[in-house]
Antibody, heavy 112, light 113 residues
């Protein structure tokens, strides 16, 4: 069955770079895109970016200068990297396929 | 970017009560292909979002038929006909017509009265 699972550090220092991995199973990254969505504590959902099945990417314009999404199709993994973190980047980070299948999310706290 | 405005932000209901949530878009969500890419999600406490409805009115797999979606253009509604305890949480609408970026409404929290 389709599964996605986020992994990465739960605590990051301000000004540093966040690196998260979304490991998928039950489908191929060459057939489906993967999206990253985040949610600050007690707040709503924010679309961050997508890596399409052909490997192209699109990013939220508010994050574009700090964000990159890549993948390793052989390992069924999608990578999110975001630099120059600030405390308001504290959030749960989700990866999703087509907004139908979601990972459980990973809570990332940015400490000053 | 398309802005989606949900009302109310908080909705108090009793079990069995029917309720509605509104989602208004800053632009028409009717796509040139004839589809309207408006979705509804439920996020229960401590859980990931779950897709309830796609393309305005189509129920997702396993979603109870007490949920229904309607609307067109810029105005959309999610209705729950007989709230059950498992329906409590935060509801979000999302548009994909003018994507990227995909945008979400601010959310409507459904709580017990």
């Amino acid at each position: 069955q389709v599964q996605l699972k986020e992994s990465g550090p739960v605590l990051v220092q301000a000004s540093e770079t966040l690196s998260l991995t979304c490991t998928v199973s039950g489908f191929s990254l060459t057939n489906y895109g993967v999206i990253w969505v985040r949610q600050p504590p007690g707040k709503g959902l924010e679309w961050m970016g997508i890596i399409w099945r052909n490997g192209n990417t699109d990013y939220n314009s508010a994050l574009k200068s700090r964000l990159s999404i890549n993948r390793d199709t052989s390992k069924s993994q999608v990578f999110l990297k975001m630099n120059s973190l600030q405390t308001d980047d504290t959030a749960i980070y989700y990866c999703t396929r087509s907004y139908t299948y979601w990972g459980q999310g990973v809570m990332v706290t940015v400490s000053s | 970017d398309v802005v989606l405005t949900q009302t109310p932000s908080i909705l108090s209901a009793t079990i069995g009560q029917s309720v509605s949530i509104s989602c208004r878009s800053s632009q028409s969500l009717l796509d040139s292909d004839g589809n309207t890419y408006l979705y509804w999600f439920l996020q229960r406490p401590g859980q990931s979002p779950q897709r309830l409805i796609y393309l305005v009115s189509n129920l997702g797999s396993g979603v109870p038929n007490r949920f229904s979606g309607s609307g067109s253009g810029t105005d959309f509604t999610l209705k729950i006909s007989g709230v059950e305890a498992e329906d409590l949480g935060v509801y979000y609408c999302m548009q994909a017509t003018h994507a990227p970026p995909w945008t979400f409404g601010g959310g409507t929290k459904l709580e017990l009265k």
